[in-house]
């Protein structure tokens, strides 16, 4: 009975720094591969660098252009952010809605109006 119980602890233990050997090996590939990957990500953002967004803005006659946001009671501006088409996002947060304007530098004015909750004040202009 003895012997067999010996044998069986053999048989495990032996098993045992195996598996404990495939996963060190697996890791460690994981790890190189990693690695490689990262250094070709690298080496693809280095080589292929994303164009600059730059905006002119038509100058007004005080030396700077104006835009008049359509403010609701509350609201603020939260970010703004440079478009790849020459648009400015204008993202609008307060008084229980979130909104986001696009702007148009070029030609001063709104081009189009993303509303996350409840109505804004129409700033379409009356004929």
Known sequence: MTQGVAEE???SES???KA???AVILMGVLIIAAVFG???VIAYRFLH???SVTATVPLAEGGFSRLALPLGPGEHVTAV???PDGLMAVTLS???SDRVLLWNPEAGKIAAELDFGTSAPSTAPTP
């Open 9 to 11: 602890m053999a048989n």
């Open 15 to 17: 098993q045992t720094p």
């Open 20 to 22: 404990l050997l495939a």
């Open 38 to 40: 990262l250094i070709g």
């Open 49 to 51: 660098p994303r164009p």
């Open 81 to 83: 952010t440079a478009r």
């Open 94 to 96: 307060g008084a229980g």
